[in-house]
């Protein structure tokens, strides 16, 4: 897990959406992403990240699967 740039979001949301601080505080980081627009949106799945799922979570018959290929 990546830490948060607190300084960073904090002048996005304050200094650049004009939040009060309590408002600020009050969101969640979803929110603040929302509100912050695409440049914030999760990023797409990228080759590398793909490769790394792949590895992790490997595609393996299910017991069904392996008796009608045994048949």
Known sequence: ???????ALMRAGIAGLKLLPRDFWQL???ELR???GE????QPLGRDRLAALMQDFPDVPG???KETTDG
């Open 34 to 36: 929302l509100m912050l």
């Open 28 to 30: 969640t980081p979803a």
């Open 63 to 65: 017991p069904q699967e």
């Open 1 to 7: 897990m990546t830490a948060l740039d607190w300084p």
């Open 39 to 42: 440049a914030a949106a999760p």
